[in-house]
RNA sequence: AGAGAGGUGGCAGAGUGGUCGAAUGCGACGGAUUCGAAAUCCGUUAUACCGGCAACGGUAUCGGGGGUUCGAAUCCCCCCCUCUCUGCCA
């Protein structure tokens, strides 16, 4: 669920701070690639930008082009300036040692003014790049023709729905009070030790965490993942390459000591594992699955809805990513939903699948599905789920690439999605199959638990 | 955390101011040889940007950033990382 829906909260682009870790400069080059598609497909991209409702488009696409008709019209000029530069250091070169002092000199007074030019190009330069980079960085990735042309939630497509809900009996318990009936997750007590929305789950609950990691993970080793287990605090170049920094600063936690972030989702590690790789062919498609704990700031987003499990600080979550090649990413999205769906039934919870209309996307995708399950208790849809293709948008940022026929590097397409995130599901599984006996669970996750059923 | 050593192309490893994008070896790729293979021999083998239809040319990159110099992989400063020893520790 990485850069989830918040068009509102991206609009103040942060540069980072250029002590400890400047944005590293390769981040230029990714730049220039995003800027083909912009010149070749300008017509596509304003019709996408227009797709998500991207107020600015024209005029930041059309300041884009103008920037980078500036800039390399600068560049030429400033590498013509160095050939002529580095020439006459070869020719003074070759004086010196044949002793000619005066001649070497005298082409000196010449290096001195190219290299205020220089000076001055490279200065200007500079100054284009960021600005055009300030500019890409604020524009959203083009959606996919797919993606219906909505403007909020209730503009999502509903693409299919599954499962039963359960008909609840008049005594029915909301979550929070059957973890308080049965005992399993403890607020007060995450309260105590570190503060709201960091439950601690005991007894139970806790087993139901592992089995459901376990299940997780080991459904996701059967489809073919390749399991990783990666850091969970990153570092800034990190942030960057998935897109996090600079848009989402203030949803992560930040260790300023280290400079470190706190992973708001595994997508971060796991597809950073592929930062700055050519990635030979046979080894594509990379499908990596990773259990993480995920840790958010929500800032300003608690209300009376969240209550209980629905958001927390910290939470677990089994996420799979792919690494394909351009022509098979929706193939590989399609393949990651059918995954998502197969858990969701053999858990027997009543879900639906949206497509995510172009308002109500996240900044970085092409292409999201949602995955929802039926809270029965409180009557309304939890997302549990949200599995996207970036196509080059991150790949861009990450010089994820792979060599084409030809011998050309050519940037790859990165996918994830949760496979799946837990606290929802734990909600919706308790909810749904609540009885007067205790917590029914189903089949499947009995030999992960070592029960079926939660008493007292 | 303290002391020392070091970060060079896919890997190993030279290079301490002047055609060095970088010797050499390994690996990989293409070719020759072979019935085929091994061995051997020849050649190719980084990335990005700019210009060009292309061939190709230019520029930058030797952990990152800044400085000295006509010229820096090589000298100076700052930062990061790795290794060894000592300390601490799940």
Redesign the pocket.
């Known amino acids: 669920m990485p850069g989830r829906r918040s068009p509102r909260a991206r609009a103040a682009l942060k540069r980072p701070a250029m002590c400890?870790?400047?944005r590293?400069?390769s981040t230029?080059?990714a730049v220039?690639?995003q800027?083909?598609v912009l010149k070749e497909q300008t017509a596509r991209v304003l019709a996408g930008l227009a797709k998500r409702h991207f107020k600015t488009a024209e005029a930041d696409v059309q300041a884009v082009l103008d920037l980078?008709q500036r800039?390399?019209?600068l560049?030429?000029a400033?590498?013509?300036a160095?050939?002529e530069?580095?020439?006459?250091?070869?020719q003074?070169?070759?004086l010196?040692?044949s002793g000619q002092r005066a001649e070497?000199d005298a082409?000196?007074a010449r290096?001195?003014e190219l290299?205020a030019t220089i000076k001055t190009h490279a200065d200007e330069l500079a100054a284009v790049e960021q600005q055009q980079n300030e500019l890409l960085y604020k524009i959203p990735n083009i959606p996919h023709e797919s993606v219906p042309a909505g403007r909020s939630a209730q503009d999502n497509e509903v693409v299919r729905e599954g499962g039963t809900k359960p008909t609840l009996g008049p005594d029915a318990q909301p979550h929070w009070e059957l973890i308080k009936q049965y005992d399993i997750i403890d607020f007060e007590l995450g309260n105590k030790i570190t503060g709201a929305g960091f439950p601690v789950y005991k007894g139970q609950g806790a087993r139901l965490q592992r089995a459901l990691i376990n299940f997780f993970l080991d459904q996701a080793r059967d489809a073919g993942y390749y399991e990783v287990q990666p850091p969970v605090l990153v570092n800034e170049a990190s942030g960057y390459g998935t897109g996090q920094l600079p848009d989402k600063e203030g949803q992560m936690y930040h260790d300023a000591q280290?400079n470190l972030y706190l992973i708001p989702t595994a997508e971060v590690p796991i597809t950073n594992l592929y930062r700055d790789e050519?990635i030979a062919l046979d080894k594509l498609p990379i499908k990596n699955a990773g259990y993480t704990p995920c840790f958010r700031r929500e800032a300003g987003s608690w209300g009376a809805d969240v209550r209980g499990l629905n958001r927390l600080h910290q939470f677990d979550k089994v996420e799979i990513v792919q690494i394909t090649q351009p022509e098979n990413s929706y193939a590989a999205l399609e393949q990651m939903q059918a995954h998502v769906e197969h858990l969701l039934q053999q858990l027997e919870l009543p879900y639906r699948i949206l497509r995510l209309c172009g308002g109500d996307m996240g900044f970085t995708s092409a292409l999201t599905y949602d995955f929802e399950v039926w809270s029965a208790a409180q009557g309304r849809w939890l997302e549990v789920s949200s599995v996207s293709n970036f196509e080059t948008f991150q790949a861009n940022r990450l010089?994820c690439?792979y060599?084409a026929e030809g011998?050309?590097?050519q940037l790859l397409h990165t996918l994830n999605g949760s496979a799946l995130a837990l606290p929802r599901i734990v909600a919706a599984l308790l909810e749904n199959n609540q009885s007067a006996e205790g917590i029914r669970l189903p089949a499947v996750l009995h030999s992960y638990c070592g029960f079926g059923l939660i008493t007292n």
């Open positions: 400890a870790a400047p590293p400069a230029f080059a220039m690639l800027l083909s980078d800039r390399r019209a560049q030429t400033h590498d013509q160095q050939a530069a580095n020439e006459l250091a070869r003074i070169g070759g010196m040692k070497a082409l000196k290096t001195a290299k280290d050519i010089k690439r060599r011998g050309k590097t």
